[in-house]
């Protein structure tokens, strides 16, 4: 079965070091998306793409990065991480070409920044 | 721009009693609308969609939602609530001048606890 999954499921990092964090989908979607899930703040759109080589800001993507150099993998960066940064992460993927797809996510990334 | 309301942080029902939960929408043109739920330490999974015609959704788990225009309400509902339903819900919506299916909007999310 089609799926998306995230690597690692937790992780615990220092303030200033970059982290990376993992998105694989098997759907062969043209969209991916990263969300970050706080307390009192829902899901906030990080980083999408619609496809291989593209990729957009979000509404809170300062200190974030992504690349998209396949259509599997979506990997998300933080380049110097800050405690402001703890949160989980979730990454989602979507068919594209149409507004009415389905976005499917993945398990969840729980970030913990020191 | 796009948004989405939740007004409840909470809601709480007896099991076999009805529930709603409640969101409302802005956006500038007309919208899509989606229903997902999140169990613990799981990843949002949808449950329904409004797209265009008949304005009473049904999706999964036995959930329905209503889409009224005039009030920009979506809201969520079940006959009968189970205890497995207990779970965090959002609402979310998507412009439909956005035809690359690209960002929705997600509202804060409204935890719903059902009783025995």
């Known amino acids: 079965d089609a799926e998306i999954t995230q690597s690692p499921r937790h992780k615990i990092t220092e303030t200033g070091r970059q982290v990376t964090l993992a998105c694989h989908q098997t759907w062969n979607h043209n969209n991916m998306f990263w969300y970050r899930q706080d307390l009192g703040h829902g899901l906030r759109l990080i980083h999408y793409s619609y496809g291989v080589q593209d990729t957009n800001k979000g509404e809170v993507s300062d200190g974030y990065s992504v690349s998209r150099s396949n259509t599997e993998d979506l990997p998300l960066t933080l380049e110097s991480a800050a405690s402001s940064q703890t949160s989980v992460y979730f990454c989602?993927?979507?068919?594209?070409?149409?507004?009415?797809?389905?976005?499917?996510f993945g398990p969840g990334t729980r970030l913990t920044v020191l | 721009a796009q948004s989405v309301a939740q007004p409840e942080d909470q809601v709480n029902v007896a099991e076999g009693n009805p529930l709603t939960v409640k969101c409302t929408y802005s956006v500038s043109g007309n919208p899509y609308l989606f229903w997902y739920v999140q169990y613990p330490n799981r990843g949002l999974q949808f449950l329904l969609k409004?797209?265009?015609?008949?304005?009473l959704v049904k999706g999964s788990y036995g959930f329905e939602a209503e889409f009224n225009k005039s009030q920009t309400s979506f809201h969520l509902k079940k006959p009968s609530a189970l205890v497995s339903d207990s779970a965090l819900y959002f609402c979310?919506?998507?412009?439909?001048?956005?035809?690359?299916?690209?960002?929705?909007?997600f509202g804060d999310g409204t935890t719903l606890t059902v009783k025995p």
């Open positions: 979310a919506v998507r412009d439909r001048r956005d035809t690359n299916a690209g960002k929705s909007t």
């Open positions: 989602a993927s979507s068919e594209g070409g149409q507004g009415t797809d389905t976005q499917y």
């Open positions: 409004y797209i265009t015609g008949d304005n």
